[in-house]
């Protein structure tokens, strides 16, 4: 682990003056990066169900651009943010094989929004995520991993996810905090944006 991630995991007690809990629900397809957006942004060492693969995943799990991967999550990841005093950000990240899909739907409830996570090298498995966060009226927005340079517009991508213009789609390296906080916030303004706009038509 990163040593100035675990100086601040391991310096950062939940204040007890806390007492209102927010819950995000990072989604996306295998390997996509989701462990790693939590673990890069949480003030706490992260819960992490990662366990390594093993023969029984061959033919099950799809390793298509992502062949180096040797983990994967099995449950989910939880972390935590302090936005101030008394109110804390809870993180989770789901699996993203789809022989785990079954757990989302609890992890969606309670949730106040999403991030879909998505690389361009398996765009296709987005789609599942995107469905079952629209299927449950669940806030969210599109972040792009990029491990490399991009090799598509967002324009494209946003347009491979058949993803409407009011839905925010945003880059982002999941492996550095400043990014993937500039993720939450982006939801957090997406989130505000959407409660104005019901208050005004109300």
């Not at 706490?44 to 033919?59: D, F, K, Y």
């Not at 739907?105 to 949730?111: A, C, E, I, N, V």
Request: charged residues 20%; aromatic residues 8%; proline residues 3%.
């Amino acid at each position: 682990m990163d040593s100035a991630i675990s100086e601040r995991t391991a310096r950062t007690p939940l204040l007890s003056t806390a007492t209102d809990g927010l819950k995000i629900v990072i989604v996306g397809g295998f390997g996509v990066g989701k462990t790693t957006m939590v673990r890069s942004v949480s003030e706490i060492r992260p819960l992490s169900t990662e366990e390594t693969m093993t023969q029984a995943g061959v033919g099950v799990d799809s390793t298509s651009g992502v062949q180096g991967k040797t983990t994967t999550t099995v449950a989910f990841d939880f972390g935590r943010i302090s936005l101030d005093e008394r109110m804390v950000l809870y993180l989770f990240g789901a699996p993203g094989q789809e022989r785990f899909w079954f757990l989302w739907d609890r992890l969606f409830s309670g949730t106040l929004g999403a991030v879909v996570l998505v690389d361009t090298r398996r765009l296709a498995d987005s789609w599942y995520a995107i469905d079952r966060l629209e299927h449950h009226g669940t806030p969210f927005i599109v972040a792009r991993n990029n491990f490399g340079p991009p090799n598509h517009d967002l324009s494209e991508v946003r347009s491979a996810l058949t993803l409407s213009e009011d839905v925010p789609l945003i880059d982002c390296d999941a492996r550095h905090r400043d990014s993937s906080k500039q993720v939450l916030i982006a939801l957090v303004d997406h989130l505000y944006a959407l409660s104005t706009a019901r208050e005004t038509q109300s």
